[in-house]
């Protein structure tokens, strides 16, 4: 955690510019549009001390000259009035971007979040297997706002304050050299206080969207293992460890909060520091022209008479000056919170999608009198292997579940085996049944026929073709599922058991019920099929929601199933209809068991004992007693899984 935290996270090179160009590819009209809105709000702002500087020389000018004021009133109410129409204008235009860009803000998290989500379904599962699930989490929340505001505020105030202050520094020279040094160099200071303290602040705002990730993370986790934290009464150390997260959350966040607020005043300060440089400036220029005659841009010397107006002007610009820099600075650290979360979406839409490099189609097919087959686009509950070839034929192989393991290698990490040398024969219609302790490898093998990771050696027949050859998602269609871990999703009981098979009628899911078993209870629920289920099927017992698994395996009717411990943690009774269930799920289909409980795997046709990935025996319930093995111990209670 420790090292987590010294780490320095920050966005990636060209984070900005590929943010940019998203924005201005999917809403072009729209950002051009509040861009224009933005100008001429800017021009509002800082065209105020110009309206101001000629109602002052208007005065002064004709007081001097002896002009009585109703003859000249009419020039002020002039001015006011073009005045009022340009307020007016900033007005409109400033609800016109803020109200076009909390559009495109929106929308703009909305399409990120598909694009991310879209992109996540993709992933491999090795990404899930070494991402926490808090953090991935983090992203979709923490890091989509921080983009919100960076769109949606951040980067409109650092336009307008880069318009505005371009146009007052124009301005400004167009005035006065000597005043517009004394601002540029007040600036100048602002800005390196700025950077300074604003650095630090964006340093530990990032610091802050990691650890806010691992927070989160660790919510999530003692919430999903609430119960277990109950059962061995560990809520003292559960909450010794989240309290530890919370304080280096509350630490870096404390730091860059005190960073970015100290900011604002320091600022401050310095501009009315400034404020008062200009005002005894001005007062030279009044006093001693010739001393201190006043230059413009074009070194030209400016009248006497207009002096007054000009030092009110710079006064009122000087304002404007440090107020815009004063935003800029506080927005650099929103910026960089902005630009680290934008670094972790992409971090997530950058990475590679799962590879399919197979070729071979799962198909429907369809018998004909003479006991051929053809593929047809209607469903039926036969299918076969479509099989194209480099000279341009194509095969069709039947499908029938024969599944061969061939001498094979594999390793989570290319430096670690965990299987060695393992061959499994599964001719169609048998049951094989894995039995081990725990890390033995068992799961790992129902991995690798799913393709959830690639073998590093050997090879993994189906029906005689290369598992490589075959598209993932075809091959996993022919492959059901009861995992031990039952994983409900809200929805009906319906929508749950549907999941196996979207386009299964209502006929189909209750038959599905009844092969596992299931329809009694679900019957007796208050809705029945149509109750509701949320938060995982938290108001279904172990053994309701495994049967509901079940179902939904049935209803997928794949030829080939696997069944990982699928009654390891529910009571005996429910076990027998559990089994019963089971056991309909399996006429007729390869299955491959993984169970801890030898007595549900008795009738297998062959079984598996694995020791560190590997095979240490096999053959049936029968021959394994009358080795007097490891089987034999596990069967006769000499020796437990662990």
Known sequence: M????????KAKKGTMARLLKMLFKRYPGKLVFAMFCIVIAAVSNFTSSIFVKNITNTISINLKNGTPFNEFWSQIVGILIVMGVFYAAGLLASFAWNYTMAIVTQRFQNDLRKTMFDHMETLPIRYFDTHAHGDIMSIYTNDTDTIRQLISQSLPNVFQTAVTVIALLAIMLYNSLWLTLIVLLGSIFMFINAKRIGGKSAKFFVKQQKALGTVEGSIEESINGLKVIKVFSHEQKSTEDFDKLNEELCKVSTVGNISGNIVAPIMGNIGNILYALLGIAGAALIAFPNTFPNYNIFFKVTAQEEIIGIIVQFLMMSRMFTNNINNFAQQITFIVMGMAGASRVFDLIDE????????????????????????????????????????????????????????????????????????????????IALVG??????????????????????????????????????????LGIVLQ?????????????????????????????????AYDFIMRLPQGFNTMLKGDGSNLSQGQRQLLSIARAAVADAPVMILDEATSSIDTRTEKLVQAGTDKLMEGRTVFVIAHRLSTIQNADAIMVLEHGRIIERGSHDDLIKQKGKYYQLYTGMFELE
């Open 352 to 431: 590679p999608s799962e590879v399919d490099d197979g070729y071979v189609a799962l198909v429907h097919i369809k018998y004909n009198k003479d006991g051929s087959f053809e593929e047809t686009n209607e469903r039926t509950r036969y299918y076969a292997w479509k099989h194209p070839h480099g000279d341009g034929t194509t095969t069709y192989t039947e499908l029938k579940g024969d599944i061969i393991l061939d001498q094979v290698d594999f390793g989570y990490n290319p430096d670690k085996i965990v299987l060695h040398d393992v061959s499994i024969y599964a001719h169609p219609g048998q049951k």
């Open 485 to 517: 871990e039952t994983n409900l999703f809200t929805g009906t009981v319906m929508d749950n058991i549907r999941y196996g098979r979207l386009d299964a009628t209502d006929e189909e899911v209750y038959e599905a019920a009844k092969i596992a078993n």
């Open 2 to 9: 420790e090292q987590t935290m010294n780490k320095k996270p």
């Open 437 to 478: 302790a725990t890390g033995a490898g068992k799961t790992t093998i129902t991995n690798l026929l799913n393709r959830f990771y690639d073998i590093a050696d050997g090879k993994i027949r189906y029906d005689g073709i290369n598992i490589n050859k075959i598209k993932k998602d075809d091959l996993r269609k022919s």
